[in-house]
């Protein structure tokens, strides 16, 4: 008989489904289930356990749409935006964050607890619950799955959904319209989140106003930070400092420190310096551990200045440049020089777009998704390895590039460059250096108080 593809990706998932499942019950751990109560703490796999997870996932998400052939395909694109909206109507209303595992309530209960009609109510879940989250034991009667339960009781994911759903979704409607309206637009200002949300000033300085909103932000950036293949442990991998002084990290647009807070751990030896928005580090300042004091500072500082902190090892930026287009990611970039020394790194922890065909068809679906994502935002964008190298040679020659790694397990490559000068140099008003290479020419208008 004939091997099909079909056959081949069954196969697939059978072997390296079993892989899986034998070493959770060598080990004693429970089974894949969305009924049974999740542990605490993320899963943390070996290599090769964690390979085979994902390539029975990936062969299972091929199979799928295989054996819907192509007009179902395309057919099950509607059915698949209902979960948005789901997750929406969950967050919004915060339905079972008060509900406790294995405790019971029912859809009237639930209207009343959020002031809402009993009968759209009964809908909203009963869709909900064919994603798995929530479950109807018996007619009328509500309880937790493992993924409803599990949102309740993560703030952080709670906030990650809360981006998704109030500050994504929309400008995704919006898009077509937006590449019509402002064809190759590198604007902010020319986005579908900014025709979405209706903006008259840049959205970053929108949500500096409130701080509930800036605060679901950074704790969802906290939750991204935490996720497996997000871990910053592999940032400093391969960098060696010289000198008498503790090298010193600038956490560019840092948040609340998650990344350094979990890098001075593992090197005790060096100094880590936070920089974001003042709200932000104001509240990173109160959260961090008291053992990581002499470690870790806060300080405000808006990256469309000029760096104030000189002569660093590190000048550190994590999910930064995908939020700007080239033209801004450049005067980012230029903001550095004045405070560079001969021989500071560069090191930018981002997404890099693989060669088209090296990763899976499920695979580069969430990276050319996150890409159209930062489109809609900022009409910022993700980055392949020549883009990178391109950028830091647009900003200025002095960079250099020093490529791209990606670590094992991880989502976000690691990029860097190196300064290569020891001279002076002046950012100009208009966004060019002075120097003995001469005008660079203007790239972007400064942006005041961003």
Not at 155 to 163: N, Q
Not at 269 to 287: H, R, Y
Not at 362 to 384: P, Q, S
């Amino acid at each position: 008989m004939t091997l099909t593809r079909a056959t081949d990706l069954a196969s697939l998932i059978a072997s390296n489904t079993a892989k899986y499942n034998d070493y959770l019950l060598k080990n004693d751990l429970p089974p894949p289930s969305l009924d049974l109560l999740p542990p605490e703490a993320p899963l943390r796999l070996p290599d090769d356990i964690s390979t085979a997870r994902e390539l029975a996932i990936e062969a299972s998400h091929e199979l799928h749409e295989l054996l819907c052939g192509p007009i179902g395909l395309i057919m099950n694109a509607a059915p698949r935006s209902t979960r948005i909206m789901s997750l929406h109507f969950v967050h919004t209303y915060k339905v079972g964050y008060n509900l406790g595992w294995g405790e019971k309530t029912t859809f009237a209960q639930i209207a009343k607890d959020c002031n809402l009609d009993e009968e759209d109510t009964r809908r909203m879940l009963r869709l909900a619950m064919t994603d798995y989250l929530f479950t109807e034991p018996e007619n009328g009667v509500v309880m937790h799955s493992a993924a409803s339960y599990e949102l309740a009781r993560n703030p952080l994911l709670s906030a990650w959904i809360g981006v998704t759903v109030q500050e994504n979704w929309s400008p995704m409607l919006k898009i077509s319209e937006a590449i019509s309206k402002y064809p190759g637009s590198e604007e902010p200002m020319e986005s579908a989140y900014a025709i979405a949300h209706n903006l008259s000033e840049m959205p970053f300085k929108v949500w500096e106003r409130d701080p509930k909103r800036i605060k679901q932000f950074s704790d969802a950036m906290a939750f991204l930070h935490s996720d497996s293949g997000f871990q910053p442990s592999h940032i400093l991998l391969g960098c060696q400092f010289s000198g008498p002084d503790p090298p010193t990290f600038v956490d560019i647009g840092g948040s609340q420190g998650h990344v350094s807070i979990s890098l001075a751990r593992l090197h005790p030896n060096m100094k880590f310096i936070v920089q974001d928005t003042p709200q932000t580090v104001a509240l990173g300042a109160e959260q961090l551990p008291e053992d990581l004091k002499d470690g870790v500072t806060f300080m405000a500082h808006d990256f469309w200045n000029e760096q104030p902190v000189k002569d660093a090892d590190v000048y550190f930026f994590r999910c930064i440049f995908h939020d700007w287009s080239d033209k801004y990611s450049v005067r980012i970039l230029r903001n550095l020089i004045p405070a560079l020394k001969k021989g500071a790194r560069v090191i930018i922890s981002d997404v890099c777009i693989p060669p088209k065909g090296v990763v899976s068809m499920y695979k580069e679906h969430w990276i050319r998704g996150l890409d159209v994502v930062m489109k809609c935002f900022t009409n910022a964008k993700e980055r392949e390895a020549g883009d990178w190298a391109a950028l830091f040679t647009k900003a200025d020659p002095r960079f250099k590039f020093l490529g791209v790694r990606m670590p094992p397990g991880s989502k976000d490559a690691v990029i860097e460059a190196e300064w290569t000068s020891a001279e002076d140099v002046k950012v100009q008003p208009n966004g060019s250096e002075s120097g003995t290479n001469g005008s660079l020419g203007s790239e972007a208008p400064i942006l005041n108080g961003m």
